[in-house]
């Protein structure tokens, strides 16, 4: 059973920054690729970010690209996105999400295990 628990979120003022953790367990992490995903109140869920399961490439939403940086520690079954220059407008609760496809290319869809979530609120 694969799980995915999300950390690192909180409160923090607009320009400052925040790293996410998410810890998967359930199979062979350093096989598929990883996203974070986002949604703030009254709209729809977002993509943010993706990687590749080794870790070779990445792929970044155009309101996140130059802000936010997605990686992962194979060795710890671990993924990361760090968040710096934080706006008002990056307010959601951000979901870590895990592929369904063995050694897959980047995609934006095609993820169907989710973390809880952790909620990241910035402050004017």
């Known amino acids: 059973q694969v799980q995915l628990v999300e950390s690192g979120g909180g409160l923090v003022q607009a320009g400052g920054s925040l790293r996410l953790s998410c810890a998967a367990s359930g199979r062979t992490f350093s096989n598929y690729n990883m996203a974070w995903f986002r949604q703030a109140p009254g709209k729809e869920r977002e993509f943010v970010a993706a990687?590749?399961?080794?870790?070779?490439?990445?792929n970044y939403a155009d309101s996140v690209k130059g802000r936010f940086t997605i990686s992962r520690e194979n060795a710890k079954n671990t993924a990361y996105l760090q968040m710096n220059s934080l706006k008002p407008e990056d307010t959601a609760v951000y979901y870590c999400?895990?592929?369904?496809?063995?050694?897959?290319?980047?995609?934006?869809?095609?993820?169907?295990?989710w973390g809880q979530g952790t909620q990241v609120t910035v402050s004017s």
């Open positions: 999400v895990s592929s369904s496809y063995y050694r897959g290319s980047l995609r934006r869809s095609g993820y169907d295990y």
């Open positions: 990687i590749t399961w080794a870790g070779g490439s990445t």
